[in-house]
């Protein structure tokens, strides 16, 4: 049953993203004439399509590198990693790792740290909603139980970590960026990608925040955390870091107890 | 910081699409739509660019819901794949439909997946007794799911199967004899596919199983050229609607009164305005033809 239906998708599939495969038979023109300059018109708009929708979950890589050669990447990822959903917003969890070992970018060693901030933002951009937790909750704590306090970060929180200045590089390619001459060998900077309400927020997490946070959000307590955190920095400062994450609205809930929640206003 | 999500009951009166010119929802346009109220006979979205969790797209298509009627749009269910349907899909299908309550819902005569892959594009399917079948089973698996009728697009296609042995039209019309379901009239489409595969465009609309249309898409396409030179038009959906496909709408509505007629304008998004006014130009097109079919039937034309 649909054996031929399915023998004929496979053989279209396979030459869609496969330009050196010939065009299958049987595809034709009102002569009745195979035509393979029909059968492109597929070909280009798949890969086309792919590139456009590449192009804008990651607009600041393509200002970085150019249209021309951000076309070429995009095309390459495209055909190599094809998506699996029809959500195309999704598309691109994997074009940072490939971008890493696309030869003819490897001389760009922060670009696929950027993609990665670019990535981060389009899931923050599509997470659930939740309510952040406003800075005033926090003072209802007892201090005798701060130590204990575990958070619940928000579901569109992300942490990027990079060893360049890759939070500078892609805030001056966004649009209204304004560009200057960066130090690529500078020192490496670190993100907390977040959308609290309706807009998406990318922040530089100070010295020791990213472990910080990491930690955070395995349910780690605040003591926990902070020691983590002091393991890679000696001199992280809770409380710089605590007020950023609030500020960003991180957080959506806190608790003591391992698993346990309070204060907890989610929206949904 | 509330995020008014799910919160707010629809105003039902907003359900039924009343047969007015509406256009496709495009992130660009979110805050002039809000901000202005235009008035517009309804909007249609592309279902999978709302499949996300939260976030915008569901914050301005919840405030712009309330106020208008919509229209649902898949492009990514794959109606012609010759392998089951995507079940976690057509899950967050039904989602969408319960959530936001769309007038109609429609998707095309294509396939787009094959194994894992999804192709960003509508392929075309041969028209053969095996490929009925398997349409048909989609058809009802999908109507059946989400408790509601679809309308089916007829497709652009830029090449034929030599292996066909039903034209576009029958494997339509059995279609919709088979499932019940309801018809999406491109009227460009029927202009692009006409011109590619050498068929009269007007004596396929006069055979089109018209009394099934629900929906009307119009849009722009785009002109090349095959090997021989002949003239290959790809619908593009990145200009004005071509001033042959005006007159092909305005001799289907002629046929078939005037019906919900979208704007589709996906690439090269204009502003608001150029795209309001080939909405507005549309829905006038209805009103002069409704205009000249009474006078015809006044003086017995």
Redesign the interface.
Known sequence: ??Q???D???E??AA??DATLATP????????EL?????S??RN??VL??I??LRANFPATCRIVGDEFFRAMARAYAVSE?????????YGAGFADFVAVFDPAVSLSYLPDVIRIERAWVE??????A??LEPVALAAIPNDRVAELRFSLH??LRVVRSLFPAVTIWRMNITDGVPRSVDVDSDGEDAVVV????EVEVRLIPPGGAEFITALASGQSLTEATRRAMTEFALFDLSTNLAMLVQAGAFIGYGFAQGESYGKTE?? | ???A??SVALDTRLQAILSRAGVGLKAEHYRTIVATRPDIGFFEVHA??Y?????????YLTEIRNHYPLSLHG????IG???PLDRD?LRRLKQLIERYQPGLFSEHLA???????????L????Y?S??L??VTDHIDEVQDTLGRQMLLENPST??????STYSEIDFIVETVRRTGCGLLLDVNNVYVSST???WDPIRYLDEYPLAHVQEIHLAGYTR?A???G?P?L?DTHDRPVDEHVWSLFEHAIGRVGPKPTLIEWD?KVPTWPELKAEADRAEATMVAVGKRERHRAAIGY
């Open positions: 049953m649909q031929l239906a399915t004929r998708q496979r279209f599939a869609l993203l038979p049987g595809l034709i023109g009102p002569d009745g035509s393979s300059k029909r059968f018109v597929y708009n798949v399509g792919l456009e929708a094809p998506p699996t959903s029809p959500m195309l917003f999704d923050a951009y599509h997470a659930r909603d309510v952040a579901p569109s959308r609290p309400g309706a929206a949904r | 910081m509330t995020l999500l799910e999978e660019n499949m996300g969790a939260g976030g915008p797209p569901h914050r492009v990514g269910l794959s794949a010759a392998r899909h396939w787009s997946t094959h194994d894992t892959r999804f192709f960003d594009d392929l075309p399917v041969p053969t095996e490929t079948a398997l830029y090449l034929a199967f030599a292996e590619n595969q050498r090349e095959d090997e021989a002949r290959l790809i690439t």
